[in-house]
C-alpha cells in the first residue's frame, strides 16, 4: 500500500513538474512563498481517494536555466514528519549568535530530496532543500520571514486538515 502511494506520488508531482493541463485538474495550490528569486508552491492532490501533498521549488540559477525541485508527502504519516519539524522550529527561540540553529530535517525517497529546517538569528524560518532534479545537485534555501510565519503555519494547519478528511 506504501509502494503505491509512493507511486501515485511521484506520477502527480512528476505532471505538476511537467506543468501539462491536465495536472492542473488533479492538483490545487494552497499557497505560494518566493524567496530569493526562488518560488515554492504548497501543493495536494485533488483524488480525495489518492492524498498527497508537496513542494514544488521554481530555483533560479546561476547561467544555467531555471529548474524545479520537487519534495513529496505521500500521506498524512509522511506530511506529519515535516509538520513536527516546523512546529519545533516556530517553538525554539532564535539564536542569539551564530547563523541558527538547526532543527530537523525531512528525507523524501521518492524524488531523493530532503528538506532542513533551521531557525535563524533574525527570528526567520529558513527551509533548505536540496535535490537532483536533472542530475546536478540543486539547493535552495525558503526564508520565511517574521511576517510570514502566521501564513505558513496557515498553510501546515490546511495541509494536516487535508490529510484528516
Known sequence: MRLMAYCITAFFL??????SAP???RFSVLDVYQSHGDVMGVI?????????????VDVVRLNKPKVRVM???????????FAQIWL?????APP???FGTDIGDYFDRMFNTEITVTVDKDGSITLGIVGKPEGDLVTCLIEIEPKDLGKFDGTVKK????FKD
Open 96 to 98: 542569539r549568535q551564530g
Open 23 to 25: 495536472a492542473e485538474e
Open 14 to 19: 512528476i505532471a505538476v513538474a511537467a506543468g
Open 159 to 162: 495541509v494536516t486538515d487535508y
Open 44 to 56: 495536494v492532490t485533488n483524488d480525495p481517494k489518492n492524498k498527497a501533498a508537496g513542494f514544488a
Open 88 to 92: 519545533k522550529a516556530r517553538r525554539t
Open 71 to 81: 519534495l513529496g508527502f505521500a500521506g498524512a504519516q509522511d506530511w506529519q514528519k
